[in-house]
Each structure stands twice: as structure tokens, then as C-alpha cells.
């Protein structure tokens, strides 16, 4: 049996031929013509097994020509599954708790993403119905122990074990492992819940705890929209790395209260330069009309709703005004972050919610014209984060620094175009920049992608699975040729 981060760890690199795992790491490329063996961990090692998975797994790799990306697929789409799940109980519920992978904590955003792609297969498989809603319920008690974390330990009564988050200055509490204050970390969950009810119809995870802690989502985004003053979040980390840390006493750069809802970091975990970060914002909207429908349907809390709805449409109405860019040609993007007097910064990150991004969560049409042209921009040199190299181009960001592409932001380029070529270039850079391991990573560099970070990050597996499994239903004819 793998009892926890370090079997884990010893499992994944010998998975994995003998590569580091960790932060950093320098493999040799296979060579092409090697057999493609599956990388997943032995059956009886598996964390937890899905009979639905399996069936999708053998069916989408029928249809894949190219070995090689039916082979990343394979390892990829159900990595979370295989190597990231803890089922139990807590408190006499349901339970599950999932780690991002190489690090022994769950981030609201990572788990509820990691698990995504399982949806539509839930119906059909009573072990991925009891995972959801173990995870719904487990996220509702993350959120009552405080809303302005962003990851959690297994044990809530337990302090962080994060060596890096230990000190921080910070109001810390048990379960907590890292309190960076995200607006996705509040919309993530929802996106979950909502489309959990969607897929089941199950109204069971939805008790009187999940009830609370929406109430408190809805009140931290009040909070957080600062009209009263800065709110008692803050933070300050000590560390030489000035994205650690935002400014004037860890409460942020002013920006003046327009309506839209502050956040002192990006989905990266990075620090905000102008805290009105718009990508966040616009999945807050979609996440208040999600929960309203939800309060309505499940709860008949009409009330609620209506606070919900109004609170969306206010942080619609500010995004309108204070988060376009006119660009001197005439056109128009949406901008990255205000600070609402009239600054803007442009640029894109690889992590989600980014610009990119938002038609994937439902907070844009994906042919809506400024969403477009911002989407052009993105994906240019106007962008400081795109990168390109012999190796690919790609969106990287702060978090690793320049020349350094995410996977992530090529998986995400194409679930969002319908352009068959668009398509198949990102497949192409995917299948020839995973040096030999069979798996996603968090970053590699633009010009050589043995040099890499993390080789166990599931939520760049389980997204490339999903965009597998999306173009099976979409296109097929891109994977059988």
C-alpha cells in the first residue's frame, strides 16, 4: 500500500523512469520508437478506481491514430484518480480529500478542477457520486474554517506542515496550510457543486453546512469589495520573492472601491500588482448566478438568490466600466487587474481564472469579439508572459519565471477555438515537450523541454485528459489522423 507524499513520490519516479520529482527536474527524452507502456500506477496501488473511467479511457484511445498522445492520455486522464484521492469520513459524512499532487495539502481550486473532467461520468458510477460528494462537503468545511485560505491539511484541527507558509504573518488557523486570499478560491468549489447537481440531479451533498459556508462566500466577496474599509485580511510572507508578498502591510495597492470584488493573489499564487483582478471577477459573476440558481431550486431561499444575483450584476456593471483597455487602433481588450482610478495592467497567466481562460468557465462566449481580440493579444508579444521557443510557444507567468511555458496554457489555447489547426499545433507542442515522462508538468522551458517543473502536478494531467475526451465528442477526426 502507498501510505502517503513519500511512497507516493518513490512510486511516481520509478513511474516515471527514475526522473526527480520535485520542483525542478532534467530528464532525457525517450526515444520515439520505444514501446509506450503505461505509466499509472500498478491496479493495486491505485487510489481509487472508476469502472466508468476505465470503459472511457479503452473507448478514447480506440480513437486516437497518433501512439504517443493515446498514450499520454491514458496516464494522464486519470491521474488524479490514481494517485491524489483519500476517501473517509469526517464528522459522520462523506469525505474526500485530494492533494494538487507533490504537495500534501488541498487547494480549493486544484481539487475542484482535478475532478472536473469526471463529471458526465458520474450518473452512470455510484463510487464518483460518493467522491463529489465528499468532496463538496469537505470543500463547504474548508470554507467555514475560513474563507481567505486557499489550501487546507487533512486534518482541520491540524496547523500547516507547509514549510514555507508556517511564519507567515497572517491570522493562521487549524487546517489551514496556506491562507493566500484568491476570489477563485470561492468560485471554484461552486463551479463544482453546480455542475455536480447538473450532471446528478443529487441534492445531497447540499445540507445546512454547505448552506453556511455559500452564505459566507457571498459575504467575503461583500467584504472584499472594501466599500468599509481594507477588511481584516492580510498578509506578509517573509521571502526574497517580491510575488510573495503583497504591499503596504500585506493589505494590497490601493484601488478604489468601484464595486468589483479585491484579491490580494492570482490563481498562480501570486501577489496582485493592481488587486481589481479582472479574470477572477468575471468567474465571481458566473459562480453568484450559479449559486442563485442553486439557493432557488434546492433551498427555495429566494432571498439569498436575489443577494446573489445583485451582487453579480454590480460586479458586471463595474467590470464594463473600469476593465477595458482602448487600444490606439481602436479596438478594445479586457484587461488583467485595475486599480479603478484609471490604471491597467495587460498581460495573461497560464494558471485559471486567466483572460484566456474564460469561455472555458462560462463567463464569456468563446466568439464574443473583445474576448477575441483579447485572446489575440494573449497569445502575442504584447503579452510579457508568452513565450516562444524552438521548443513551443506558450503562456507562462510569474510563478517560474520567463521563458518558462505551462502546459496548462496549451491545453487551455486549445479547448477554447474551434480552429483545426489551432488544434492540432497545441497537440503537436503537448506530445513533443513532455521529455519522456508520459505526463503534463507545471512549466518547461520555451527551448528545452527536459528542463521542467514538477513531475507529479495533476491538474495539468487531468486538463489535458479533458481536452482528449472534449475533441472525442467535437472533433474526432483531429485524433484519428
Known sequence: ??????????????????????????????????????????????????????????????????????????????????????????????????????????????????????????PRDSGLRRLFHGLIQRQALCISIDPYANAFMPDPTQRSTLDWAQHDHTDMR???????????????????????????????????????????????FRVQQRKDGPGPYHFQRTSEVST???PLGGYGNPAKPVGLIFSMFRPSDDAC?????????????????????????????????RDCRALADEVDAALKQYAVIHDEKGGDVWAYEVDGYGNQLFMDDANAPSLSSLPYL?????DDPRYQRTRAAAWSHRNPYFFSGTAAQGIGGPHQGLRMIWPMSLIMRALTTRDAGEIRQCLHWLKTTHAGTGFMHESFDQDDPAHFTRTWFAWANTLFGELIVDLAHRQPELLRT
Open 1 to 122: 500500500m502507498i501510505h502517503g507524499r513519500r511512497d507516493m513520490l518513490k512510486m511516481m519516479a520509478l513511474a516515471t523512469g527514475g526522473a526527480m520529482v520535485g520542483r525542478v527536474s532534467k530528464v532525457m527524452a525517450k526515444p520515439q520508437h520505444q514501446a509506450f507502456r503505461s505509466r499509472r500506477p500498478p491496479p493495486a496501488q491505485r487510489r481509487f478506481v472508476s469502472p466508468a473511467v476505465e470503459q472511457l479511457i479503452d473507448r478514447t484511445k480506440a480513437g486516437i491514430g497518433d501512439p504517443e498522445l493515446a498514450w499520454l492520455f491514458e496516464n494522464c486522464y486519470p491521474n488524479t484518480l490514481d494517485t491524489t484521492v483519500h476517501l473517509g469520513t469526517l464528522r459522520g459524512k462523506p469525505d474526500t480529500f485530494i492533494v494538487t499532487g507533490d504537495i500534501d495539502a488541498m487547494w480549493l481550486r486544484d481539487s475542484s478542477a482535478q475532478v472536473w473532467p469526471y463529471l458526465p461520468l458520474a
Open 174 to 220: 487549524p487546517g489551514v496550510a496556506e491562507r493566500k486570499w484568491e476570489i477563485d478560491s470561492l468560485c471554484y468549489p461552486i463551479r463544482l457543486a453546480y455542475g455536480y447537481w447538473k450532471a446528478t440531479g443529487d441534492v445531497a451533498p447540499f445540507d445546512q453546512d454547505w448552506r453556511a459556508a455559500m452564505h459566507t462566500v457571498l459575504q467575503t
Open 244 to 246: 510573495e508578498n503583497p
Open 273 to 305: 500588482l493592481y488587486p481589481l483582478f479582472v479574470p477572477a471577477n468575471f468567474f465571481a459573476v458566473t459562480s453568484l448566478r450559479q449559486l442563485a440558481e442553486m439557493s432557488v431550486a434546492i433551498h427555495h431561499d429566494a432571498a439569498f438568490a
Open 362 to 366: 462560462g463567463a464569456l462566449a468563446q
